[in-house]
């Protein structure tokens, strides 16, 4: 599945109700999810950390949908930055 198609997804289900909620207190939701993964993680426990990086990467799009950005080409421009290395 391309991201497109998956953010549309994710607009398509939940863009009215958190677009409703606000893009603050959707970024709360976002980073608990975030919690969430940090903690599956360090248990270890894999079949939980699979399903907190679905969560993780679901909040993530329905943040970009609320702020009409469009993740393929946030993506594409962020790959075609060649010098470019993941922020820390
Ligand atoms: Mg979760």
């Known amino acids: ?3 497109s198609a998956l953010q549309k997804i994710v607009k ?3 863009f009215e109700t958190d677009n409703a909620k606000g ?6 939701w976002f980073h608990e999810e975030v919690g969430e993964l940090s903690s599956a993680i360090a248990s270890g426990n ?3 950390a699979k ?5 993780v990467l679901m909040w993530l799009l329905t943040l970009a949908n609320i702020m009409d950005i469009d ?3 946030a993506i594409a421009a962020y790959l075609n930055d ?3 290395m993941p922020s820390k």
């Open 1 to 3: 599945m391309e991201i």
């Open 12 to 14: 398509d289900r939940y």
């Open 23 to 28: 893009i603050y207190h959707t970024a709360l």
């Open 46 to 48: 894999k079949e939980n």
């Open 51 to 55: 399903e907190e990086f679905a969560d």
């Open 71 to 73: 993740m393929e080409d």
């Open 82 to 84: 060649a010098g470019k």
